[in-house]
């Protein structure tokens, strides 16, 4: 059986595709589709393993499913979104005990890089987390909104109950704190 398009556009808006999502399939798998990078990658960099977040990406996107007939227009809905994936995350964390790893994102790339390479690199992201979890709980919520799951300061606002200007410089000072700590470690 060939496979259907979407009878949506990809221009059109979240909000009107969740108020139908709940009723139309197509529907839904575009707002799947659209945001599925954006909540993996924003779980896989506080999880740091594949297994959890493609786990909790399903938990999310099934809470998504359940709570849609309750979703209003009037919030955006990849705050909404973002919400629950959160939730599902703090849950997690709860069942395991752990606290937060912020781990970084592996390579994208199918590529194999030569093995001098890969370990540079391995240094590197493992340097960057190391950082990273040296960060107040806020700066770091705000730089993993922004800078893993590529939502807007608006966006990571609505999340973090938040205005645009306090994410901004939440960011702006879990960058610098990033990089003075990375240049620390780097100076002999």
């Known amino acids: 059986m060939p496979n259907r ?19 139309d399939p197509d529907a839904f798998s575009l707002l799947y589709h659209r945001h599925l990078p954006r909540v993996y990658n924003y779980l896989l960099a506080h999880v740091g ?3 959890d977040a493609q786990d909790l990406t399903a938990q999310t996107f ?18 909404w979104l973002m919400s629950i994936a959160r939730h599902k995350l703090v849950d997690h ?15 994208h790339s199918l590529d194999t890089p030569p093995p001098d390479e890969a370990v540079e690199h ?4 493992e340097a ?11 700066r770091a919520e705000a730089l993993t909104l922004n800078l893993f799951a590529g939502l ?14 306090a994410v901004r410089m939440l960011v702006h000072r879990a960058l610098r704190d990033l990089r003075e700590r990375l240049a620390y470690e780097v100076k002999p």
């Open 62 to 79: 099934m809470a998504v499913v359940e709570r849609l007939p309750a979703y209003r227009s009037q919030n955006q809905f990849v705050g």
């Open 49 to 51: 393993n594949v297994q």
């Open 122 to 125: 391995q240094l590197q992201l």
């Open 128 to 138: 960057v987390a190391a950082a990273l979890q040296t960060l107040t709980p806020d």
């Open 93 to 107: 964390f709860r069942r395991h005990h752990d606290h937060v790893p912020f781990d970084v994102l592996p390579p």
């Open 152 to 165: 807007s300061a608006a966006e990571t606002g609505q999340i973090m109950h938040k205005s645009e200007d």
């Open 5 to 23: 398009l979407p009878r949506f556009e990809d221009g059109t808006d979240d909000e009107t595709l969740a108020q139908q999502a709940s009723c």
